[in-house]
């Protein structure tokens, strides 16, 4: 499968527990981005890599939410001491700039995404 | 106001109908539109891009309106399979913090 991959696909955790994910971004793809969805509305912009560079975060991503992309291809996540509002799906997709008929455009791909439940 | 808003639904329509939705904006300096199909807890899937000057693909035509700040998507002769969510995109320029998901518009298409 080439597609973009991620790891667990849920999750269960007790609050105040850390939790990581994995993204395995389309390989050739070289921007990374991770959003959170929950029930009834479209994905939440969290942060974005180009290859290994951080180079967004939305005020979204509180400081016990850390992302890395060490080596410019897979990505983690990081949520340290869960709150149950934290519990949503976390989606990741990655993108890389292509042309298209209106100059360039970053299509993004998303992978199936982790559950997380905080109990 | 939301940044980009549209209709939830949920949209109720026989086979073979066609429908439309439409998703407004409120950055008059979005460059880039896109429509998602989101089936019941799948990820968001890419149906297609939206052009200035329109896009079509098979049953789906997407519309660009910059002067009224919206985008809309044509589906004819709809089909049983197309029940799902559809997420309106909008993207800033040069910033991917400006990468906006609407809510999404529920279809449920009925035999």
């Known amino acids: 499968d080439t597609g973009v991959s991620q790891d667990p696909r849920h999750k269960i955790t007790k609050r105040g527990q850390n939790v990581t994910f994995r993204c395995d971004p389309i390989?050739?793809?070289?921007?990374l981005y991770w959003y959170r969805q929950t029930l009834g509305q479209g994905p939440e912009f969290l942060t974005y890599?180009?290859?290994?560079?951080?180079?967004?975060k939305s005020r979204l991503l509180s400081d016990r939410f850390s992302a890395e992309r060490p080596k410019g291809s897979f990505s983690t996540l990081e949520i340290q001491r869960t709150e149950q509002g934290d519990s949503a799906m976390y989606l990741c997709?990655?993108?890389?700039?292509?042309?298209?008929?209106?100059?360039?455009?970053?299509?993004?791909?998303f992978g199936p995404g982790t559950r997380l439940t905080v109990l | 106001r939301k940044e980009v808003e549209q209709d939830p639904g949920p949209f109720n329509v026989p086979e073979g109908a066609t429908v439309a939705f439409n998703c407004t904006y409120s950055?008059?300096?979005?460059?880039?539109f896109f429509w998602y199909r989101q089936d019941c807890r799948k990820e968001p899937k890419l149906l297609m891009s939206?052009?200035?000057s329109g896009n079509e693909d098979g049953r789906f035509t997407a519309q660009l309106n910059r002067a009224s700040q919206y985008i809309s998507l044509l589906i004819r002769d709809s089909k049983l399979s197309d029940s799902a969510t559809y997420l309106c995109?909008?993207?800033?320029?040069?910033?991917?913090?400006?990468?906006?998901f609407g809510s999404g518009t529920r279809l449920s298409i009925r035999p």
């Open positions: 390989s050739e793809h070289n921007r």
């Open positions: 890599f180009q290859n290994e560079a951080q180079l967004e």
């Open positions: 939206v052009y200035s």
């Open positions: 995109v909008v993207k800033g320029y040069s910033s991917a913090s400006k990468i906006i």
């Open positions: 950055n008059s300096a979005s460059q880039s």
């Open positions: 997709a990655s993108s890389s700039l292509r042309r298209d008929l209106e100059g360039s455009t970053d299509t993004q791909y």
